[in-house]
């Protein structure tokens, strides 16, 4: 069939000529399609004098060691400011570390609310801890509630200490905006937390006080006396922003399913030994698993609870109802924040991580 089909077009001199001429138009509209398309990303995106300045401030970011020249470009990109903003978060992206650490700590200088995502984005996924490290101060910097999650992760479950360090203190700058901007007084306020999956979404435990914020901390609604007694910790289910489990000084872990308005005690599902005297030191809800709950608790003693002796870490698997034990605490070992990833519990104290299986 192709031979016969050869010999017809041999035989027919017009149908080659046509051919030849349809191959050639459709090279030529392809050439013009190829050419119109990028002329109009050249016309579209055209760089002006000011950008080519700050691209190439960022690019001297890369600059091996505190130069000079590293020290201009850093100054040059902090005096733009709010220009500078989207080429600095577009450098995080850089195949050169310098430029994203140096990048993210400009930004840190900036402090720019736009960049938050961003800076989340590195630290929780760029391969160098330095950048991570700039990253988490950075958006101690910014100061948006909407980090908190990110930065309360950080601080336990990156594996530099250079980063948790960071993380923690950027946490404790947030908060303290957070309270001011609700108008309360920072050593009066106990916990703040915030919703996983709704940042925007924050409670504020203040005395006996409850209060919530929905827009990332512009306004507050407050719930008088609503906590049974002065909170030591506070966590959100991350599926539902209703679901609270507070522990209360000295009277052990109370749950509330409403969202904070009335609350249900589990003092006794988990501590016989110290009913009363119980207080639960940090609390958090396994990501994977909205019912696995897992807090860190111990005893206070003495007249005023002014001692306070760590017990354990305790898991439950039916959202509070029963317990199990976790691991143990020696003296001294007082949890301030807990994390549960791939089956493992990642406890935070004083001077190290202790990281434990969960049955």
Same mark, same amino acid.
Not at 121 to 127: A, E, F, I, P, V
Not at 258 to 266: E, F, I, M, S
């Given at each position: 069939m192709?031979?016969?089909f050869e010999m017809?077009l ?13 191959s050639?138009?459709?090279? *030529?509209?392809v050439?013009?399609v ?7 990303n050249?016309? @579209?995106?055209?760089v ?6 700050i691209r ?6 890369g600059t091996?060691g ?5 020290? &201009? @470009?850093?100054?040059? #990109?902090?005096?733009a400011g709010a ?5 600095? *978060?577009?450098?995080?992206r ?8 140096n990048a993210a700590?400009? #930004? ?7 960049a938050?995502?961003?800076l ?9 801890a330095?950048?991570r490290?700039n990253?988490?101060w ?11 999650s ?11 200490? &250079? ?10 700058h947030?908060?303290? @905006? ?6 309360r ?9 915030v919703a996983?999956?709704?940042a925007?979404t924050i409670?504020l ?6 209060l ?5 901390? @512009?306004?507050?609604e407050t719930?008088p ?14 599926t539902n ?9 000295s009277?052990?872990m109370y749950?509330?399913t ?9 003092t006794?599902?988990f ?11 940090a609390?958090?809800v396994?990501?994977?698993n909205?019912?696995r709950?897992v ?6 003693v003495?007249?005023?609870?002014s ?23 020696d003296?001294g &070992?007082?949890v ?10 990642y406890?935070?104290t004083?001077d190290r ?5 969960l049955?």
């Open positions: 192709l031979k016969k017809q041999a035989n027919d001199p017009t149908k080659i000529k046509a051919l030849r001429i349809f050639a138009a459709v090279v *030529m509209i050439l013009v190829v050419s119109a398309t990028l002329l109009n050249v016309i @579209a995106t055209p002006s004098p000011r950008e080519a300045q190439g401030w960022i690019g001297d970011l091996d505190l130069t000079a020249k590293r020290q &201009q @470009a850093q100054a040059q #990109l902090e005096k220009e500078a903003v989207p080429a600095l *978060m577009t450098a995080l850089s195949n050169d570390v310098n430029v994203r650490r700590d400009v #930004l840190g200088f900036i402090a720019p609310p736009q938050t995502q961003a989340q984005d590195s630290l929780r996924t760029d391969s160098a330095a950048v490290a990253a988490a950075a958006l101690g910097e910014i100061k948006n509630p909407s980090a908190i990110t930065l309360e992760t950080a601080s336990v479950l990156d594996p530099s200490p &250079q980063v948790r360090s960071n993380a923690n203190d950027s946490l404790t947030i908060q303290n @905006a957070v309270v001011e901007r609700a108008g007084d920072v050593a009066d306020v106990n916990v703040v937390a996983p999956n709704q925007n409670y435990a203040n005395q006996r006080d409850l919530i914020s929905r827009d990332n901390g @512009a306004t507050w719930l006396q609503a906590l049974p007694s002065v909170a030591s910790s506070l966590t959100v289910n991350p922003p209703n679901i609270l489990f507070a522990g209360m000084h009277q052990g749950l509330s409403d969202g904070g308005r009335t609350w249900t005690a589990l006794r599902n501590s016989n030994e110290a009913i009363g005297q119980s207080t639960v030191t609390v958090t396994d990501p994977s909205p019912m709950v807090m860190a608790h111990g005893i206070r003495g007249d005023t609870g001692e306070f002796f760590p017990l354990g870490i305790l898991f439950s698997n039916d959202g509070g109802k029963t317990w199990g034990n976790v691991m143990d605490l003296e &070992q007082t301030t924040r807990l994390e549960i990833q791939n089956g493992k519990v406890a935070l004083a991580v202790l990281i434990s299986n049955n």
